[in-house]
């Protein structure tokens, strides 16, 4: 039986000044799933995403990635074999962006990892094309649209071939049509995607599964279609059906998505 990309059990984690900020987290995420994290502010879903990539040991739980084990005493070696395999795209593309060109930006994760500069190249050139962007090598990241950046700020964990991306917040600066763009880009990927956002219809077009996490532990999880239509669960967490899916049920949403 082939692993899941991701298992969490139990995932708890606090802060250095005592605030907990994730209890008894549990859920799995299969090869090729794309799976949506939502949820009010504070509900501990940035902090989530930055355990999983491996910036933050769990404090209590076991997390499996493709099948290897990390747990709360998660070494140096570990969590960088960890960061190697999920792919993490952060809500401010600033903080991902900051060398002087787009190339530069793209092959850092490579050479970081240790791929010679030639297949570094190589991996640049690769995931440019991925994103649409062949052409931005020598462009600046602070000169770019904000849809522009976004694709640029994917294409740099693209370039060290993760087995799955997380997204947190990946609309929250993108106009109607870089969000279109970002739509038809996520649909062609076959990695396991986590996406965490509060554009709830963004998350019914791009995700199968909708995981609702409040107060740092999970309170549902779903088929999309049928957490996104729920009005009744999403107003109990502070959150409400979007303007362009109400009227519709699970089915109906089904339908209208295609």
Excluded at 48 to 57: C, D, E, K, N
Excluded at 184 to 195: S, W
């Amino acid at each position: 039986m082939t692993a899941p990309a991701i298992s969490a059990r139990n995932i708890g984690f606090v802060y250095p000044d005592g605030r907990r900020a994730l209890s008894g987290v549990t859920f799995t995420v299969a090869r090729g799933e794309s799976v949506g994290v939502i949820g009010p502010n504070g509900a501990g879903k940035t902090t989530l995403f930055q355990v999983l990539a491996g910036l933050y040991p769990p404090s209590e739980g076991e997390l499996e990635v493709f099948g290897e084990r990390l747990g709360p005493d998660l070494s140096p070696a570990a969590a960088r074999d960890l960061r190697r395999k999920i792919g993490l795209v952060f809500q401010s593309t600033e903080d991902q962006l900051f060398s002087p060109t787009v190339f530069d930006d793209v092959a850092f994760g490579p050479l970081n990892f240790g791929f010679p500069r030639g297949e570094a190249r190589e991996r640049v050139a690769r995931s440019l094309l991925a994103v649409g962007l062949v052409g931005f090598e020598g462009r600046s990241p602070h000169h770019l649209s904000a849809g522009e950046a976004r694709r640029v700020a994917i294409a740099t964990v693209l370039a060290y071939d993760p087995e799955a991306l997380i997204l947190d917040e990946p609309t929250s600066d993108l106009d109607p049509r870089g969000r279109r763009e970002l739509v038809g880009l996520l649909a062609k990927m076959e990695h396991a995607r986590l996406i965490a956002s509060h554009d709830l219809e963004f998350v019914a077009r791009t995700c199968s599964r909708a995981i609702l996490l409040e107060g740092g532990a999970v309170r549902a999880d779903l088929p999309a279609a049928e957490a996104l239509t729920d009005a009744r669960l999403l107003e109990t967490h502070g959150l409400e059906i979007p303007l362009g899916l109400k009227g519709l049920d699970a089915q109906g949403l089904r339908r209208l998505l295609g």
